[in-house]
């Protein structure tokens, strides 16, 4: 009696924890999700408050957004894979463990958090949402400072700073490459 009792508990405790975990994921996908639209928003803003008023230079400020909403957007799809990681990787198991399903296979418990990551389709996907979140956080950057480069006469100090940017939008780009976990290819084609 005394088992079963500790037993419900213990389930109870992982499935709260499950709970809250998934509540919180669904919140950091919302906000991240509206950087995306943030940014193109803020794009679209500064490219219109700069053609104008007829001061190029402005688009300087189009880098500084793209790196912080891209930052911000890469740490809340961080956290959101690194819930997904644990639900699969760490509380997966404790449950399998307190309910006594040991030999079960563990994409039994919470199949959803095994099955979608396992699609056959995540590879394209993940090079996709990079190649969108480069277009979005990046490019916009690198094109600001491109047009103030090449049809603005930038000064000494505006060429200092944007200079200093696409350092910034290019350690942004990396970080964004390397934060895809991009899958390998595994044996027929399927993604590891």
Known sequence: ??????????????????DRLKAEQVSRIGFR???LYAQLTSVAAIAAVAASAGRLYLL???????V??????????????????????????????????DGTDDSAVFGWEHDHHRDVRRRS???????????AFCLPSLTGLTLVWIAGRPSPLVIAVSLVELLIVVVLAVQMGLYAELPRRGKGGACA
């Open 68 to 101: 912080v909403l891209g930052w911000t957007h890469l740490c809340a799809d961080h956290m959101v894979t690194m819930i997904g990681r644990y639900i699969r990787e760490d509380l997966t198991a404790r449950l399998t463990a307190a309910a006594d399903l």
């Open 60 to 66: 300087l400020v189009i880098p500084i957004t793209g």
């Open 33 to 35: 999700d509206n950087l």
């Open 125 to 135: 996907r993940k090079w996709f949402q990079l190649t969108v979140n480069l277009f």
């Open 1 to 18: 009696m005394m088992d079963t009792a500790r037993t419900e508990h213990a389930i109870t405790l992982h499935m709260a924890e499950y």
